[in-house]
């Protein structure tokens, strides 16, 4: 009968992994205090804790790379667009969602959220799944300086003040109904709403 691997054998397989692929780009140390930021980060909002080291590794190596790229240790390929609002739960997660769909990986895109939940907005992703996107390994993430500064737009919905400012970035604040609490139809609207934002946006960036 197989046993449920010992998250401390999961984190230490997780510092192994990083450390193959960031070889020549991050010393044990930094990618040892990567994984334990976004422990600590993830483990008081994990609703299932057998979970919480996959959802570490994905945060782990997304800040990681974040770093990498914000630091110049690492070019950028594709301009990077990043999507903020409050939760991570709806806006933000739709924008992105959409973005990385329509714009056939000629971007790459992050999103988070100033408070994150602990899950994406249910009606959310089924208003996506109608589009034939899925949001199956989505989940709120906290917003850090590292990705604000690796982003080259940043997209702010509903989170004010809360975003770091960097010189040489383009940033946008779109005034985008919440979906928390509305009915599919109005989440459709509001999907729809976002597609028409991110497809000029995307014109633009893409020009």
């Given amino acids: 009968m197989s046993q449920l691997l010992d998250p401390r054998d999961a984190y230490g397989t997780l510092r192994t992994d ?3 692929a960031y070889r020549g ?6 990618i040892a205090e990567a994984v334990e930021a976004a422990r600590e980060l993830l483990e008081p909002r994990a609703t ?15 800040q990681l790379m974040a770093k990498a ?10 301009p990077e667009i990043l999507f903020v609002c409050v939760h991570n739960a709806g806006r933000s997660q739709m924008a992105a969602a959409l973005a990385e769909h329509l714009s056939a990986r000629r971007v790459h895109v992050r999103s988070a959220g100033s408070k994150p939940t602990g899950e994406i907005n ?6 996506l799944a109608e589009r034939g996107i899925a949001l199956s390994a989505a989940y709120p993430k906290p917003l850090t300086d590292s990705v604000v500064q690796a982003a080259d737009v940043v997209i702010t ?21 919440d979906p928390a609490g509305q009915p599919l139809a109005v989440v459709r609207d509001i999907r729809d709403d976002l597609q028409n934002r991110v497809t000029e946006l995307l ?3 893409l020009d």
């Avoid at 780009?25 to 930094?30: G, I, L």
């Avoid at 299932?48 to 997304?62: D, K, M, S």
């Avoid at 989170?159 to 946008?172: N, V």
């Fill in 18 to 20: 990083l450390g193959y």
């Fill in 157 to 177: 919905m509903g989170c004010g003040d809360s975003c770091p400012y960097y010189p040489g970035k383009i940033y946008e604040d779109w005034q985008v109904k």
């Fill in 25 to 30: 780009v991050f010393a044990a140390e930094e």
């Fill in 203 to 205: 014109r633009r960036v």
């Fill in 122 to 127: 249910p009606v959310v992703v089924e208003a």
């Fill in 69 to 78: 790229q914000a630091e110049g240790r690492v070019a950028k390929k594709v």
């Fill in 48 to 62: 299932i804790a057998t979970f919480l080291p996959v959802l570490v590794a994905r945060q782990a190596r997304e």
